[in-house]
């Protein structure tokens, strides 16, 4: 029995990954829970469902209402951000899913590395943030990180069995975004109604949002480089608009291995939770005499500036892809509220990214520290964009 830890258990990924411990009940348990707080009828019922051993809610109202939902006895109820970092460290588990969004995953997700957990990575946003720590922490502690991310479950299926060091390069497929088509004229006029409509996945909305102006590909390809140990350059971005492709794996010799499979994150996420072995699952086949053709593009670096900006950041190094990804999650969350345009979300990343100084990441602390610096003052541009008030 693999018992399980959800960070971020009510999100896209974190549910995905209960609907399939429940269908493995014999092989999977859930060790513990852990979300924003803010939907407690939701985590009232995952508790009644799957009996954890402790939640940890960010929000500490939230932790007290469910406290009155679930009489005794009850699972361990933690609250606030050491909450959620008490509940990775000190939670006994087999293999923690890191499924939180953003820069909030960063912490939780470091404490169960050092306290030798297995990770299922899906939160990419800390290792944007953390890579060189976070990859050395893992290294220094003997814990795998194993991708949840589809293209990177991809690649790292493609890499079995081969020699790192025959690697010329990754593609990473991207489906393009709802706007792939869209003439760059009418980008001004892109509302998030626009945005939210993704075209192959539903997932949650921030990367939804990513993945619209193809942030997402930028952040992937950070993720890439950590994960797999690879140059910047040796991690490319090729358009697939069909999802079929996950990513692919060039070796030296000309060889492409590929890795195909439905649009359904049950199959990586199940991966990781099984790795090195397979499970049959119920996700609908792939019929490739029924996909229709798969076609392959450059991504458009005009229309979407922010893969250029992400690799620049990571070119950059040190604190760059902090910056990136702080100045990320404040437009983003600006842009989902009514109070940034989507052009100015890479407008505003590019500002942010303008004086950042050289020199290597040293610590998480210096990391958080950034982080926090570069949240309040893209916050600042946004109010000022925005006249100071939301709408
Ligand atoms: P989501 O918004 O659906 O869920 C996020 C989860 O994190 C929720 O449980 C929420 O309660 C919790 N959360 C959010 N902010 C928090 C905070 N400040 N403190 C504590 N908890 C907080 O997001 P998602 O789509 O499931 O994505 C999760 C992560 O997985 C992201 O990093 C995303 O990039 C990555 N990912 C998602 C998919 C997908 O298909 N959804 C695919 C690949 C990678
Ligand atoms: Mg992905």
Redesign the pocket.
Known sequence: MKHVTIL???????LRTLELVSSFPDEFAVAGL?????NVDVLAELCRKHAPRAVAL?DRDARDRLARLLPAPRPELLAG?DG?VALAREVDADVVVS????G??LLPTMAAIEAGRTMAL????TLVMAGSLMTAAARRCGVPLLP???EHSAVFQCLVGHNRGDVHRVLLTASGGPFREWPAEIFDGITVEDALKHPT???????TI?SATLM?KG?EIIEARWLFDLAPDQVQVIVHPQSIVHSMVEYVDGSVIAQLGVAD?GIPILYALTYPERRPTPAVRLDLTRTGPLSFFAPDPVKFPCLRLARAALEHGGVAPVVLNAANEVTVAAFLDHRLRFVDIAELIERALDDVPPGPLASIDQCVAVDADTRRRVQGWVDARAGGSAK
Not at 201 to 207: E, R, S, T
């Open positions: 971020g258990a009510t999100g896209s990924i974190g852990a979300a924003r707080g803010s960010l951000a959620l499924a939180l969004v953003g909030a995953g899906a939160n990419k946003e949840v991310d589809s996945w539903k997932m949650g909305a921030k990367i990513d997402n952040l994150m």
